[in-house]
């Protein structure tokens, strides 16, 4: 994909449907319940309303997205973890026996796994190979890839979104496996928003005190080296990222112009999301995030995109792990949504229906 091509298609993204976002919030407020009583499943609901440009929706096919690479980086002990875990974990995936692919299986959602830069001869028919180098360059040594390598990555991350569009999938996670990433993810983040890495890092799978603040000092010498531009997300990724990071930019921009809603998970699919907002700020209007991951990165990023993630349950492992729960939580929307009766169906006393129109006389105070 040229630099040119990926420009046209960022302009064709194309920001929420107000006026089905509109039919959806009357809807909302015609349904049989003390207003705002459903909380952020009334947003979720008007959000996706937005997005397909319908006000009652299904979420009934839902598939994760993988994209597995190596990061060089992985050369300065940033990880506990040794890099063929990221092989093995990709190969596991897709026999249902990781974190992410046992919770998926449990609530049938299928998952493709994508190999855009495995450090190794993957023989395995059931990882979709679109390897692009094997592994990246050390981020503390040299960029990760060239400019050409992070847009071919991206054009990885659109075709699978595009792909799983056409397979009728009416919400899609977006996950990663690769050893390294939270070296890679905070880095990139740093670049972004001009926050100390200090502030962003976080021990990642597990750090002892010494690596932690090897993996510190890493990513402030990278940002050094490479005096990444904020404005150009792709150079960022091209200089501090990862393939992994590159292609989920891909899968959330091709989510988006596909209008299906786009599931992040963790801190590695957030920073990924920040990527495909800060390129096209239309895109923001898919995304929806899963659950606060623990890694002290994720707080920020969400901000940033100025979204709050569906759940708390003290989760940091990856993988796409929070996106088979948040596509309950999707799906929950619409049953309201599609389920409930409205006040005049419910027969619902007119004193009542007066009340909650006069906004003083019906205030919930919150704490
Ligand atoms: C067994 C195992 C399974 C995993 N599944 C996801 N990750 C997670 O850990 C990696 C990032 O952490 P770091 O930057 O510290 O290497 C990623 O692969 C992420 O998906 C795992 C990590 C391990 C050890
Ligand atoms: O938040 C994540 O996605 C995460 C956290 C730790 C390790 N791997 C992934």
Do not use: W
Not at 183 to 196: E, F, H, K, P
Not at 339 to 354: C, P, R, S, V, W
């Amino acid at each position: 994909m040229t630099e040119q091509e990926f420009q046209t298609f960022l302009r064709s993204i194309r920001p929420a449907d107000r006026a089905a976002m509109d039919a959806a919030a009357r809807r909302q407020a015609e349904l049989a319940k003390p207003p705002g009583s459903l909380g952020a499943l009334e947003d979720v609901s008007i959000r996706l309303a937005g997005l397909t440009g319908r006000v009652k929706n299904r979420i009934d096919r839902c598939r994760v997205l993988v994209f597995a690479a190596d990061n060089g980086v992985t050369a300065e002990g940033v990880s506990a973890t040794p890099v063929s875990v990221t092989l093995s974990q990709s190969i596991n995936m897709t026999r249902h026996i990781t974190g992410m692919s046992a919770l998926a299986a449990a609530f049938g959602d299928s998952v493709v796994v994508t190999d855009v830069g495995i450090d190794a001869d993957v023989r395995c028919p059931e990882i979709v190979d679109r390897k692009i180098r094997r592994s990246t360059g050390d981020i503390a040594r040299e960029p990760a890839m060239t400019r050409e390598q992070a847009l071919t990555a991206i054009s990885v991350g659109m075709e699978q979104a595009q792909r799983a569009a056409q397979d009728g999938m009416q919400a899609v996670g977006i996950g990663e496996m690769g050893i390294g990433n939270t070296t890679t993810s905070a880095a990139v983040l740093a670049a972004l928003t001009g926050l100390a890495p200090e502030e962003l890092t976080g021990r990642g799978a597990g750090l002892t005190d010494d690596a932690f603040r090897k993996k510190k000092d890493v990513i402030r010498r990278a940002l050094t080296l490479h005096r990444p531009d904020p404005a150009d997300p792709v150079g960022v990724l091209a200089a501090v990222g990862g393939l992994d990071l590159a292609a989920m930019t891909g899968a959330f921009l091709g989510l988006a112009a596909a209008h299906v809603p786009a599931v992040a998970d963790g801190l590695i699919s957030v920073v990924a999301a920040l990527c495909a907002v800060r390129l096209c700020p239309a895109a923001r209007d898919a995304i929806f995030l899963s659950h606060a991951s623990k890694e002290p990165g994720y707080r920020r990023a969400a901000e940033e995109l100025g979204l709050a993630p569906f759940l708390q349950l003290g989760m940091r492992l990856g993988e796409g792990s929070g996106c088979p729960l948040a596509f309950q939580v999707l799906k929950a929307a619409c049953a309201v949504m599609n389920g409930m009766a409205t006040f005049a169906e419910a027969a619902i006393n007119d004193d009542y229906l007066e009340s909650i129109r006069t906004p003083d006389a019906f205030r919930v105070d919150t704490p």
